[in-house]
């Protein structure tokens, strides 16, 4: 907010006084508006909005103190400017204890007037960064699954809020361990349909047989072994939300009778003659191409477009590396919990390995490798050899990230100063890792501070 935002109210009976704030305010970009007594005040901060009233205390009717008293109670987050021509102790008291902000003296000085509202501009600004920041954390609070500031992961979140409020079907696209699962149980809880279920299936853990009665359920007497009636998850699912994990492992038969639910609302039980009807919302996740798949005629294309009505891509956990602090930091306390051990920080070196590893399996990959280092670490710190195996670990796995538009110039610098991290400033090692002499290293770390 800026003074050009800043709406003030002007409570006084003397219309000459009135008249002198507009000349003074108008031209500072402020908007102005007026009352003659305390009365009219109040009707006017119901009928709008204002930021700041600036009040006269001796007023006809309704005086200054007692519209204090009663729009502290009505607007709490209006500020109040007092003014009296008496410099009245009693009254300045009396109104900075019931809740005004300053107490002005008349005859008024202007500049002072100036640096109180610049003064509550920069309240107002802090007062809605405090707000943003209770609702963020009132969020986080809410869904403790979700964990990330990263550019890319606060987008997908975003995306996920404003789809939650639609019927629309969502396609999840990701590579695995991205975290598909918890997005779903986000549009979930923040749709209309949280008060149903949300269950979930994975397609490609089931044989198609079992798969098909799990989904559509099956009549007592459908096959061997079928010895009563067994609801299906689209009937168990009504009036919620499904969840079918990696649908690009789906049989065709499948995909078919899928399409049937999605395109009439009905199906049939497995040896059943019923037909039954189900109002579910999908949500269908994937790390395959299913456009590939269409093309090899192992997806069907009508029912890819039926699902990919809204299409979000979960990025893996190397395109969103300021998260893995966060991440790192979050499962140690769950699984030091969760394993009965002590809470032990993360060592430097580690923490420094862990941004630049490549993390084939993301975030599920992270979180196992942390509950290893909990398990076995024996240090007062999670050392690297807590978390990798010593026959698995390799340092080619070290990878450092550069982006594309990095000069040559940078990307010696990032290089030098990563290999410094990874040896813990052991200079001369850096020197022999990087085949560069021990001069060069030195050169770049003074040209490095120069720039600083």
């Known amino acids: 907010m800026d003074s050009k935002n800043l709406s003030i109210l002007v409570v006084d009976d003397e219309k000459n006084f009135r008249t002198l ?4 305010l108008i031209p500072e970009g402020y908007f102005i508006d007026e009352a003659d007594n305390g009365i009219n005040a109040l009707k006017k901060v119901q009928e709008k909005h204002f930021d700041v009233a600036i009040v006269d205390v001796i007023m006809p009717q309704m005086g200054g103190l007692s519209f204090l008293e009663k729009v502290v109670i009505l607007k709490p987050n209006l500020f109040i400017i007092m003014m009296s021509g008496l410099n009245d102790v009693e009254n300045i008291i009396k109104a900075i204890k019931i809740g005004a902000f300053h107490f002005l003296t008349k005859p008024l000085d ?3 007037l100036y640096k109180l509202l610049n003064k509550i501009v920069e309240q107002i600004k802090l007062n809605n960064e405090n707000l943003k920041l209770k609702e963020k954390l009132s969020f986080y609070e809410s869904y403790p699954n979700i964990i990330g500031t990263s550019e890319a992961f606060i987008k997908i979140v975003q995306q996920a809020l404003q789809l939650a409020r639609t019927e629309a079907f969502c396609l999840l696209n990701g590579e695995s361990g991205t975290g598909k699962e918890v997005i779903c149980e986000l549009i979930h809880k923040e749709s209309n349909r949280k008060k149903g279920p949300l269950l979930k299936i994975n397609c490609a853990a089931i044989p198609t047989n079992l798969l098909e009665s799990e989904l559509f359920g099956y009549e007592k007497g459908a096959f061997t072994g079928a010895y009563q009636t067994k609801k299906g998850l ?3 699912a009504d009036n ?6 990696e649908i690009g492992d789906l049989d065709l038969t499948l995909q078919a009778k899928l399409l049937r639910v999605i395109e009439l609302g009905e199906f049939n039980r497995v040896g059943g003659e019923k037909t039954l009807k189900s109002n579910v919302r999908i949500i269908s996740a994937t790390n395959k191409d299913l456009q ?3 093309k090899e005629n192992a997806f069907r294309e009508d029912l890819y477009y039926r699902l990919n009505v809204v299409n979000l891509y979960l990025p893996p956990l190397r395109d969103r590396v300021e998260d893995i602090p966060i991440l790192v930091n979050h499962f140690v306390k769950e699984l030091s919990e969760k394993n009965q051990k002590p809470i032990k920080p993360v060592s430097k070196k580690t923490l420094s390995y862990l941004l630049t590893y490549p993390f084939e399996g993301n975030i599920r990959e992270l979180k196992n490798l942390i509950e290893r280092a909990i398990v076995f ?7 690297l050899k807590d978390i990798f195996d010593e026959n698995t670990f390799q340092v080619e796995k070290h990878y450092i990230q550069i982006p594309i538009d990095t000069t040559m110039a940078n990307v010696e610098s990032i290089v030098i100063k990563k290999v410094l991290e990874f040896v813990d400033g052991d200079k001369k090692k850096a020197a022999e890792i990087l085949n560069i002499s021990l001069r060069k290293i030195f050169y770049k770390l003074k040209e490095e501070k120069l720039k600083s």
């Open 21 to 24: 704030l507009f000349d003074a």
């Open 110 to 112: 202007i500049d002072l």
């Open 234 to 236: 689209f009937e168990l």
């Open 240 to 245: 919620g939300t499904l969840f079918l994990d």
């Open 292 to 294: 590939q798949k269409i």
């Open 377 to 383: 670490s024996k240090d007062d710190t999670i050392e």
